[in-house]
Structure formats: structure tokens, C-alpha cells
């Protein structure tokens, strides 16, 4: 059982007791996340400025891209440390009614709108030096190229999910939004290499930007992915088939009938759900909570009963 004084040391332990009353619905890696999360976010944070100040003294679009992009990293992962901490902070408090599991979703929406505004500005660059192409020092652009990759591959190392889920209902979409945001950077920082080697050995000035207009594409798509994701979350849609089938199931199992069934996403490896059960003779409440009780990912239940012939 995680307590008020854990939480302020940001040593947690998930409650998985479905039935106890708790609010605290904040992932089983969460202290691990936020760590990882603030240290990734003062690499990225050195690697901007090199990026940046390499690619305006070098004169390579697809470096300066690589670094604004590192700068909306900074951003996202800033968010995401302090939703961490946030959610931590105020994991008991009585105004949340369900908790705070939800505010990792709420910054990786944010994180979202983040890389797609930047994917634009990226596009706009690379399409504006293929139409005006401009001298690149290839060879000092590529040291710090690679250099951004083998940095870029690290930070998504280090924000890798401590457990490989089966499916999406134990995921940390928090953490989730800020390894895809390294992970996008990565692929441009591979697609710059590429357009650098390719200007340097081939004579391809347009390959350059047009690597950068590639990545946009990428980092684009990635946004969206989130952007569905998060949006799901907080608009509370029914975030798992197979779960909504298991309750059903359990609690139809001796001549029960399912009349109404909400199911909600709370937070990372948390769900709630509302049921209305309907038909004739049927047991006390206490009956069907005990059937739900155990189910994976399900932390908060309430349920209605009617007994009276199901219509």
C-alpha cells in the first residue's frame, strides 16, 4: 500500500487491491520513469546547443533541424518530468476524484501538439534550402551528426519501460510519448547522416534538406500516433475490448445479465468500471465484486443491482 509519505520520497508501490477505496492510480514504474525522464532531459538539453550552434557554423539545414527538433525534446521531456512529479505530488489529494494517473496522458497530448508543430516547421526549412540549396561543410556537419545519433540512441535506451507489456493496458503513455519523441529523433539524425554522406561523396546538395523534409514526414506521423493515443485517454474512451469482455464474462457467469458496463482508464495499469447488472434472484453486491477481484488492470469497481427479471 502506498502511503502520503512514500509518495513525497517518490518511492511508490502500486495498490492493486481493486476494492480498498484508494485514489492512487500512478504506474508501477513511476519513480523510475521520473528519474530517467529529468536525466534524459539535461542530455538533450546539452545536445541542442552543440546541434544548433554546429549546424549554423557549418551550415547544414538538416543539423539545425536535428537541433530544433532536440529543442521541442527539451520541451517535451521537461513536461513530462514535471507531469512525473505533479502527479506524485498530488496522488492523495481528496479534489482528485480519481486520482492523478491521468496527468502523464494530459502532458504526452501536450507532447503530441509539440512534435507536430515542429514536424511543420522542419518541412517549411527543408522545402525553402531545396528551392535556395546553400554551402555545407560536410565533414565537421557529419562528426556532429553521428555524434547526435550515439547520443540519440542512448537517451531512448535509457527511457526504455522497465517491463515489456503484452498489450496496451499496463502502458505509461507518458513515458511512451517521451521515448517515441527520442526515438523520432533518432530516425532524423540517421536520415541527416545519410543526407550529409550523400552531399559530401555524391554531390547531392538537395539531399541534405530533403532528408530533413523526410524526418518531418516521420516525426508528423508520430505525432498523430500520440495524439490518437492520449486522446482516447482523456476523453475517456473504452480503452480495452478484452477487458470489457472479461468483466462481462465474470460477472455473467451464473444467470446474471449485464445491463450497462463503463470502462475508463485511470492511469497506467489502472482501469475503473461502472456496472449495472440486471435479472432474477441475484446475490448481494459483494457476490460480483468478488468474481472481478484479481482481474488484471482493474483498480476501481462500482456496481448497481437490480433484482428483477432483465428486460
Request: charged fraction near 15%.
Given at each position: 500500500?502506498?502511503?502520503?509519505?512514500?509518495?513525497?520520497?517518490?518511492?511508490?508501490?502500486?495498490?492493486?487491491?481493486?476494492?480498498?477505496?484508494?485514489?492512487?492510480?500512478?504506474?508501477?514504474?513511476?519513480?523510475?520513469?521520473?528519474?530517467?525522464?529529468?536525466?534524459?532531459?539535461?542530455?538533450?538539453?546539452?545536445?541542442?546547443?552543440?546541434?544548433?550552434?554546429?549546424?549554423?557554423?557549418?551550415?547544414?539545414?538538416?543539423?539545425?533541424?536535428?537541433?530544433?527538433?532536440?529543442?521541442?525534446?527539451?520541451?517535451a521531456l521537461t513536461a513530462a518530468a514535471l507531469a512525473y512529479a505533479v502527479a506524485r505530488r498530488y496522488a492523495v489529494?481528496?479534489?482528485?476524484?480519481?486520482?492523478?494517473?491521468?496527468?502523464?496522458?494530459?502532458?504526452?497530448?501536450?507532447?503530441?501538439?509539440?512534435?507536430?508543430?515542429?514536424?511543420?516547421?522542419?518541412?517549411?526549412?527543408?522545402?525553402?534550402r531545396l528551392m535556395n540549396p546553400g554551402a555545407v561543410d560536410y565533414p565537421s556537419a557529419m562528426v556532429l551528426a553521428t555524434g547526435a545519433l550515439a547520443v540519440n540512441l542512448v537517451c531512448v535506451w535509457l527511457l526504455k519501460p522497465a517491463h515489456v507489456h503484452a498489450h496496451d493496458r499496463h502502458g505509461d503513455l507518458n513515458l511512451s510519448a517521451a521515448?517515441?519523441?527520442?526515438?523520432?529523433?533518432?530516425?532524423i539524425s540517421a536520415l541527416t547522416v545519410a543526407g550529409l554522406a550523400g552531399g559530401r561523396w555524391l554531390g547531392w546538395t538537395w539531399a541534405?534538406?530533403?532528408?530533413?523534409?523526410?524526418?518531418?514526414?516521420?516525426?508528423?506521423?508520430?505525432?498523430?500516433?500520440?495524439?490518437?493515443?492520449?486522446?482516447?485517454?482523456l476523453l475517456d474512451m473504452n480503452p480495452s475490448a478484452e477487458l470489457t469482455a472479461e468483466i462481462k464474462a465474470r460477472l455473467e457467469a451464473d444467470g446474471a445479465k449485464v445491463l450497462d458496463l463503463h470502462l475508463w482508464r485511470l492511469g497506467p495499469g489502472h482501469h475503473a468500471a461502472i456496472v449495472v447488472l440486471g435479472g432474477a434472484g441475484l446475490s448481494p453486491v459483494n457476490h460480483y465484486r468478488a468474481r472481478l477481484a484479481g482481474l488484471d488492470g482493474l483498480s476501481h469497481v462500482t456496481i448497481e443491482v437490480r433484482d428483477h427479471p432483465a428486460t
Amino acid at each position: 500500500m502506498t502511503t502520503p509519505s512514500n509518495l513525497q520520497t517518490g518511492e511508490l508501490q502500486t495498490p492493486l487491491d481493486a476494492f480498498r477505496g484508494d485514489r492512487i492510480y500512478l504506474g508501477a514504474d513511476h519513480a523510475r520513469n521520473e528519474r530517467r525522464t529529468w536525466i534524459v532531459a539535461a542530455i538533450c538539453l546539452a545536445t541542442l546547443v552543440v546541434q544548433i550552434g554546429g549546424g549554423m557554423a557549418f551550415r547544414s539545414i538538416a543539423l539545425v533541424a536535428g537541433g530544433v527538433h532536440m529543442g521541442a525534446h527539451v520541451a517535451a521531456l521537461t513536461a513530462a518530468a514535471l507531469a512525473y512529479a505533479v502527479a506524485r505530488r498530488y496522488a492523495v489529494d481528496p479534489r482528485f476524484s480519481f486520482g492523478t494517473g491521468k496527468v502523464g496522458y494530459l502532458a504526452g497530448f501536450g507532447n503530441a501538439v509539440v512534435l507536430g508543430v515542429t514536424a511543420v516547421l522542419i518541412a517549411i526549412e527543408s522545402v525553402q534550402r531545396l528551392m535556395n540549396p546553400g554551402a555545407v561543410d560536410y565533414p565537421s556537419a557529419m562528426v556532429l551528426a553521428t555524434g547526435a545519433l550515439a547520443v540519440n540512441l542512448v537517451c531512448v535506451w535509457l527511457l526504455k519501460p522497465a517491463h515489456v507489456h503484452a498489450h496496451d493496458r499496463h502502458g505509461d503513455l507518458n513515458l511512451s510519448a517521451a521515448h517515441l519523441h527520442l526515438t523520432a529523433d533518432a530516425a532524423i539524425s540517421a536520415l541527416t547522416v545519410a543526407g550529409l554522406a550523400g552531399g559530401r561523396w555524391l554531390g547531392w546538395t538537395w539531399a541534405d534538406p530533403l532528408m530533413a523534409l523526410a524526418g518531418a514526414a516521420l516525426v508528423a506521423q508520430f505525432a498523430w500516433t500520440l495524439l490518437s493515443r492520449a486522446g482516447a485517454t482523456l476523453l475517456d474512451m473504452n480503452p480495452s475490448a478484452e477487458l470489457t469482455a472479461e468483466i462481462k464474462a465474470r460477472l455473467e457467469a451464473d444467470g446474471a445479465k449485464v445491463l450497462d458496463l463503463h470502462l475508463w482508464r485511470l492511469g497506467p495499469g489502472h482501469h475503473a468500471a461502472i456496472v449495472v447488472l440486471g435479472g432474477a434472484g441475484l446475490s448481494p453486491v459483494n457476490h460480483y465484486r468478488a468474481r472481478l477481484a484479481g482481474l488484471d488492470g482493474l483498480s476501481h469497481v462500482t456496481i448497481e443491482v437490480r433484482d428483477h427479471p432483465a428486460t
